[in-house]
């Protein structure tokens, strides 16, 4: 199946650093990626969709401006987590929809923890 | 709006046994059904996905799924339990089109040797 590649794979912050994940498709474009997060045993949360090119839409209750989103190209989606602080600290997974198969695929995930 | 509930957060079965995890859809629209696995700190990995073709859909590992519109319920079995199939899994559902996918809050398979 598709790959979809995140960078890093774990980061350790200090509180009030910004921390910048990378998501990759590899071998497809991507015109729509997606951001969530998860919490230990828990499910995955939509954050947000975002779209090649276009701001990205947030979900109730996420913070736009702490969880900036940029999709500049078909195959590179980031989330920078400004300012961070220890609640901030969680599983981020994104994913990308390959539409020649409209297939979500999931990438291994980012563990970040805010000292 | 889309939403599923599974059906049990953990689920305990001997190795070579049958494996039956429970989900249940609400939908406004025709579904988009899928079933995902994930291993401890990695992503989601794709089982299989109902896409309102056939309503058995088979997946990778031994897995398949059925799609019931009158039960609401897309349940996921493996007729043979494997030590490897020890994972949370997800079933997610969407609408047509962009939309973003919805998940359950999982089921923890444990096998037991």
């Known amino acids: 199946g598709a790959v979809v590649s995140q960078h890093p794979s774990w980061v350790i912050c200090k509180s009030g650093t910004s921390v910048k994940i990378e998501c990759r498709s590899l071998?497809?474009?991507?015109?729509?990626m997606f951001w969530y997060r998860q919490f230990p045993k828990q499910s995955l949360m939509l954050m947000a969709t975002?779209?090649?090119?276009?701001?990205?839409?947030?979900e109730q209750g996420v913070e736009k401006d702490k969880f900036l989103i940029n999709h500049a190209s078909l195959t590179l989606s980031t989330l920078t987590v400004t300012s961070a602080h220890p609640e901030d600290s969680s599983f981020y997974i994104c994913?990308?929809?390959?539409?020649?198969?409209?297939?979500?695929?999931f990438g291994p995930g980012t563990r970040l923890t805010v000292l | 709006a889309q939403s599923v509930t599974q059906l049990g957060s953990h689920v305990s079965v001997s190795e070579g046994a049958l494996v039956l995890l429970r989900c249940n859809y609400s939908s406004s629209v025709p579904p988009y059904l899928f079933w995902y696995v994930q291993y401890p700190n990695q992503g989601l990995q794709l089982l299989l996905k109902y896409t309102s073709a056939a309503t058995l859909v088979k997946g990778i590992n031994g897995f398949e799924a059925e799609f019931k519109k009158s039960e609401t319920s897309f349940h996921l079995t493996k007729p043979s339990a494997h030590m490897s199939d020890a994972a949370e899994y997800f079933c997610a559902v969407r609408g047509s089109g962009n939309t973003p996918l919805v998940f359950g809050k999982g089921t923890r398979l444990s096998v037991i040797a």
């Open positions: 994913s990308a929809r390959d539409r020649r198969v409209d297939t979500q695929y």
């Open positions: 071998d497809f474009q991507a015109t729509t």
């Open positions: 975002s779209n090649e090119g276009s701001k990205a839409t947030y």
